[in-house]
């Protein structure tokens, strides 16, 4: 591997030169669990966050618990099949309950209960158009009894 942080630095910058890297059956593997770790960390990310800020964070934490989700279940299809998958997880894109759709199927398993799945829909939506990551003018009407002390309607 490397001796140093120069000669890895050196080595990477040769490897992406070279194009893709092609990977072995067990590289393909390793790279779908540590996908699946990556995202089991915002998932733990957000329950560690939503424990301690309370209501403060909820917009942050359920972005981390989207993201983790998303995550997560891009990996288990990259563990199902590697090579099918790795091509189409960016056409995947962020849409929660369609990725649930395609694992369910990549897996053999039934899909999770509509009760499950019409929430996963809702914070879905707001998540897949990035309203739970930046502000917005909907924040105005959302959870109005929770304003920060900075925010202009909020107590001073």
Do not use: W
Not at 46 to 66: D, F, P
Not at 94 to 114: E, F, I, M, T, Y
Not at 127 to 149: C, E, H, V, W
Request: aromatic share 8%; proline share 4%.
């Amino acid at each position: 591997l490397c001796n140093d942080r120069s000669e890895c630095s050196t080595k990477v910058t040769e490897m992406l030169r070279a194009g893709p890297l092609q990977l072995t059956e067990y590289g393909e593997r390793m790279v779908a669990r540590m996908m699946y770790d990556k995202g089991r960390g915002f998932l733990l990310a957000a329950a560690l966050l939503s424990k301690q800020g309370g209501n403060q964070y909820e917009y942050v934490a359920l972005h981390l618990l989207c993201q983790g989700i998303e995550i997560v279940l891009k990996a288990i299809l990259l563990l199902v099949d590697y090579r099918k998958y790795k091509p189409k997880l960016r056409n995947l894109g962020h849409d929660l309950p369609a990725l649930v759709a395609d694992v369910s199927l990549a897996v053999g398993r039934k899909l999770p209960r509509s009760v499950l799945l019409d929430e996963l829909r809702i914070v879905g939506n707001f998540y897949k158009r990035q309203q739970l990551r930046y502000a917005g003018s909907l924040d105005m009407f959302i959870k109005a009894a929770n304003r920060t002390p900075f925010s202009p309607a909020g107590p001073h």
